[in-house]
């Protein structure tokens, strides 16, 4: 449904009912239910096939809604201040009172949690008396939805409402950092590392293929089409799809491209509906050539890692 007031409204009204719907983010389509609700959260990670020990990210409206679930430090109001609302999740420490259920975080002390920038879910955000977990609006182990139409293929029938908020403008999941003691990256994402440093001053750690799954993101098979796919390849094998970072001259029909000029801003955004369009065309198999691991490209090649792994 379109976003004016009286979906907004339809939306809510799902939500209070603890029934789970799709929402648009700036980074991914979301597969939202009411954060409070174990009802709400069970039926997540149903809809998803997801592990049940595969956290869920809870979305906020501001920080005043926050307080009553999480324990702020320092590191957090810098990040938050600058970055927030945006793409980046923190994993912060759970007060003993909050609210949320135990099934959205794996029974842990910890939480991840963000503030999106989409004007049509804050609009929704504003609304409610609870936060929104929020997963990625895809089957689990699958590539996310960046359009209504993802959303639709990936669930059918299956889910009653899609608050339509256009084109995902990133692309690509969040920046997850881990804020409970020496922070850490436990999932590459829309926001760079090296911005995050900046802010904080400190030395950050790398722990996107962590074995303690206390964040989403940290399975090494994701993102993933459903086929085999290739990374860093020079010349595609016979009937592999070719992707390339930047537009060439070819008469090649295997052949797709991120962007027309070496973008990696870009070539992020249009990840995941090139790789869902090489695979409703017919390809069996995936091949791309290298992509430069710099700013957003560290995040475009970790997708592709993990969609590798099939």
Do not use: W
Request: proline share 5%.
């Amino acid at each position: 449904m379109k976003s004016n007031q009286s979906n907004i409204k339809k939306a809510k009204k799902y939500l209070d009912s603890n029934e789970c719907i799709a929402v648009p983010t700036e980074t991914v389509y979301g597969l939202a239910g009411n954060a409070y609700s174990d009802f709400s959260a069970k039926k997540i990670f149903k809809l998803k096939k997801r592990p049940s020990n595969n956290p869920l990210i809870v979305h906020y409206y501001n920080l005043k809604a926050l307080e009553h679930d999480c324990i702020i430090n320092e590191d957090f109001k810098k990040l938050y201040n600058k970055f927030s609302p945006g793409p980046i999740t923190y994993v912060l420490k759970l007060k003993k009172n909050s609210k949320i259920s135990k099934f959205v975080t794996n029974n842990k002390n910890t939480v991840a949690i963000r503030f999106p920038k989409h004007k049509l879910l804050r609009k929704l955000l504003k609304v409610l008396s609870y936060p929104l977990a929020a997963p990625s609006a895809n089957i689990s182990s699958k590539l996310s939805s960046v359009q209504p139409s993802d959303v639709k293929e990936e669930f059918g029938r299956k889910l009653k409402y899609i608050l339509k908020g256009g084109r995902c403008s990133i692309g690509v999941e969040s920046t997850i950092i881990k804020l409970t003691d020496t922070p850490s990256i436990l999932r590459l994402g829309g926001l760079s590392v090296s911005k995050i440093k900046k802010i904080i001053k400190k030395q950050i750690l790398i722990k996107n293929k962590s074995k303690n799954k206390i964040s989403p993101g940290l399975f090494s098979l994701h993102y993933s089409p459903g086929i085999p796919l290739r990374m860093n390849v020079k010349k595609p094998n016979e009937g592999e799809a070719f992707v390339l970072i930047k537009k060439r001259k070819t008469n090649s029909k295997n052949y797709f491209f991120l962007s027309k000029n070496n973008n990696l801003i870009k070539a992020a955004r249009n990840l995941y509906p090139l790789i869902r369009k090489i695979k409703n065309k017919g390809y069996k198999k995936i091949a791309v050539e290298k992509i430069p691991n710099i700013g957003i490209g560290q995040t475009i090649n970790d997708r592709l890692e993990r969609a590798s792994k099939y």
